[in-house]
């Protein structure tokens, strides 16, 4: 079974530009998580779906972060525009469901980089 | 305020020992608790999950205990190899639904 998908795995910007990232969960899991991962520090989740819909995105800086998962599968989390502190490393999860005992599965990660 | 606290200096320890990871929190009441292993450039990855109703939970050389009380789990590597040399995050389980929260991890390096 192939695992979460995210693409790119690095990418580095200067400040003020747009930057987009791309999530594949695995087949047949409902559930997606955006988390961001600042260095030395534990995943912090921005936004989750249930299938296309967002139902906790309190954590996501709307101001500046947008988020969308089209026909409930792949989803795009985009930073515009992109400050210095927006450098972290973002991480995509699924789950089967949204039960506490669904086990969340991780991807990669992109490493962004804000010059 | 909420928080939870792993040991932040690297544990270092030899091949072949136990090696014992803390994770304490405070203001919460998770139903479960787990543990994740994250390597350099990789996401974590589940390990255990432990029920506030179990006080100890195995699966093969990993030990998991959760005390309610001490608001506490603690984490077991025993005879620990190089291989498990990596970051270990503990996460409650919290609101009622699968929503994580993570502690800032501890990051184990076994030498042979």
């Known amino acids: 079974e192939a695992g979460v998908v995210q693409s790119p795995r690095y990418k580095i910007i200067e400040k003020k530009q747009p930057v987009a990232f791309w999530c594949n969960p695995i087949s047949g899991h409902n559930t997606l998580y955006w988390y961001r991962q600042n260095l030395g520090q534990g995943p912090e989740l921005l936004i989750r779906y249930e299938n296309e819909e967002a139902v906790d995105d309190s954590q996501l800086p709307k101001d500046r972060f947008s988020a969308e998962r089209l026909k409930g599968v792949d989803s795009t989390l985009k930073i515009q525009p992109a400050e210095l502190g927006d450098s972290a490393v973002y991480l995509c999860?699924?789950?089967?469901?949204?039960?506490?005992?669904?086990?969340?599965?991780f991807g990669p990660g992109t490493r962004l980089t804000v010059l | 305020s909420q928080k939870i606290e792993q040991n932040s200096e690297a544990l270092n320890i030899q091949e072949g020992k136990t090696a014992t990871l803390t994770c304490n929190y405070t203001n919460y009441s998770p139903a479960y608790l787990q543990w994740y292993r994250q390597d350099p450039g990789r996401g974590p990855v589940f390990l255990l999950l432990?029920?506030?109703?179990?006080k100890e939970k195995r699966k093969e050389r990993l030990k998991v205990t959760f005390d309610t009380t001490l608001k506490q789990s603690l984490f077991h590597i025993t005879a620990s190899q190089p291989a498990d040399s990596a970051t270990y995050l503990c996460?409650?389980?919290?609101?009622?639904?699968?929503?994580?929260?993570f502690g800032a991890g501890t990051r184990l390096a076994v030498h042979p």
């Open positions: 432990i029920r506030e109703n179990e």
């Open positions: 999860a699924s789950s089967r469901d949204r039960g506490e005992l669904d086990t969340q599965y």
């Open positions: 996460a409650l389980v919290y609101g009622g639904y699968n929503k994580l929260i």
